[in-house]
């Protein structure tokens, strides 16, 4: 191809249009084929069953059947739960983390944001085992307790509050990253303008610092949120039996029971819920750039 | 839009096909070989069957892939069927420790060779014990036994019946666990263990195809019976997601006695992963399950009479030998078909039946009737 010299792409406004649309093309194909399109036949393949002649038909029988079936609805609240917990946890831990590491300077500031950004590069599976020797029981928890004569504590290692633990240490970087971007948008002025005339620690974080940063915890609370609710490893190996969590059920369903429908149906519902935390983050998005 | 523009996109595109990656095809005379098993495993293939597979057959190569777990070789053979379809190479000739009943509907669009007509010469020397769909091709074999701490509890006074055992699990509140049935076939087969005593003790009722008449009032009593076992579990009715952590707690002395594969008691005893004072013992009026290791072998694969030809001989006296003595496992075939002195050698130590339970049916049934009758309705903050 011969390249001539480029005086007609430059300058004008309307040419750049197509050029943007060109660039956001590939990404919205990919999302189409990779995401939105399997969505659309995960759906159509739980309302268009066969009947015992084969024949298809439309029928909601597999979505009937999980909300009747209490130990799906089991699974499903035990998710819930285990992801508002999760949640609150790590905002409770990670916005005190984000605010010293705003204010802080120094050496100790810079070992606190590695000790918080850590997990990140540590595999969940990994992680697991790592509970279950420090947290399980005879754990080192419990060895270091027994040693100065405290009694045995009872594990959280398979119980609910097994996973809790693992997702939120796992969880921890993420959130305080986005907390902390987004208290980059706390100007120092505002703060000490703020305490020139008088307002105390409380008042400044709740009139001066958290009106800045509702929409990062908005959007670490959806991000967070999305991964906890499709968590699967952390569930799986520190879990209980029953209930599970959605992903360690869809898995099971699948696999174990040989069963794609019901599993694609729970993914289905999996998605619904996700969805709705999804929209919290484009909602977020979309108001931070029209402002 | 301008010329120029779309001049550029289109190279762009162009270029960018370029850089991906090439279609790649199965060489000839190189077997891909795909295992869901453990490390041990492929360690016996690379050291053992592919050297001598490759000495006795020139030009032909083994190319062992660990594929991870079950799920890792199902996308291999997902390919496969994809591959059927579009006919094309599906880069795939054998896996191992994969239950060809999956991918689903894989049998009936014949993606599996059927071994009942396959003419392997050593075919009829298989443990009939061992036999599950013809697509599927026992050749190794593990059996469930109790391991257990002998600080804690003495050798002489280990339970060696079922009705021992329990009995022990009740004076000794918290000092048992088993895995899910699902995710482990150590406590799988514990299950089953309990389905087959509350059954009248007689593993011969149960077979591959007679789950829908018999299912349904097989199972319930030995629910029944696990549920009551439960509160004398660890943390009341905890269940571990498989055979390793149950092997951990057993290690950290969280437990006194779990039930175990042998051929991974034996082995976490050598590495020293459980104390040198891990006990054995399987109970004698019926044994724990056993299971067998199955190989398939992709009916489109490049290779596919290479493959065949290891399917042979991984069944040959040679390899089924050293089945026993490098890896610890029982043999593929029956006991009759390994050498004598293996077989005089290992006559007081391995039991020369291995009950097994079948797959098939009864296998979705037990899974899921554990998860939904006995893993839920334990009071475990009492």
Known sequence: ?291 | MKRRAFMLSVGGAAAGMVLLPRMAFAEAGKIDWYTSSDQNILDFWTNVVKPKFEAANAGVTLNLVDGGDSAGVQAIAERAVAAMQTNTDPQADMAEGFDTRLPKGGIEAGLWVDFSKANLSNYSKINPLAFDVPTSLPYRGSQVLLAYDTTKLAAADAPKTWEALVAWIKANPGQFVYNRPDKGGSGGNFVRRAIWEANGKDPSKFTVDNFGAFGAEALPPAWAMLKDLAPSLMDKGAYTSGNTQSIQLLSQGAVTMIPAWSDQALQAISTGVLPETTGLVQLTDLALAGGFTKIGVFSNGVNKDAALKLADFVLSEEIQSAVITELGGFPGVSWDNVSKELREKYADVIPATIPVFPGGEWEKAINDGWYREVAPNVDRAA
């Open chain 1, 1 to 291: 191809m011969s390249l001539t010299p480029a005086t007609d792409i430059v300058g004008t406004k309307k040419s750049g249009r197509p050029i943007g649309l060109l660039l956001v093309a590939a990404p919205v194909l990919l999302v189409a084929w990779m995401i939105i399109w399997p969505i659309i036949s995960a759906i159509g393949r739980t309302i268009w069953l066969p009947d015992e002649g084969g024949t298809e038909s439309f029928s909601l029988e597999t979505y009937r059947f999980f909300f009747t079936d209490q130990y799906s609805l089991n699974n499903l609240s035990v998710t819930l739960w285990t992801t508002g917990v999760c949640a609150l946890l790590l905002v409770l831990i990670c916005l005190p983390i984000a605010l010293y590491l705003r204010f802080a300077k120094g050496r100790l500031a810079a070992y606190v944001q590695g000790l918080a950004i850590f997990p990140m590069f540590v595999p969940s599976i990994i992680l697991s085992y790592a509970v279950i020797r420090v947290l399980g029981p005879n754990g080192t928890v419990d060895l270091l307790l027994n040693s100065v004569g405290l009694p045995h504590i009872r594990s959280p290692y398979l119980t609910p509050w097994g996973p809790v633990i693992g997702l939120v240490w796992d969880n921890i970087p993420l959130t305080v990253l986005i907390l902390l971007s987004g208290l980059g948008n706390v100007s120092n002025q505002s703060i000490e303008a703020a305490r020139d005339v008088g307002a105390g620690r409380l008042a400044l974080l709740w009139h001066i610092i958290l009106p800045r940063i509702s929409n990062s915890i908005l959007v670490a609370v959806s991000f967070t949120v999305l991964g906890i609710f499709s968590a699967f490893t952390l569930p799986y190996v520190l879990g209980p039996a029953a209930p599970e969590m959605m992903g360690p059920f869809m898995q099971r369903t699948f696999r174990d029971l040989n069963d794609p429908t019901s599993a694609i149906t729970q993914a289905v519902i999996t998605f619904c819920f996700c969805i709705v935390f999804g929209l919290f983050y484009v909602r977020s998005v979309a108001k931070n750039r029209t402002t």
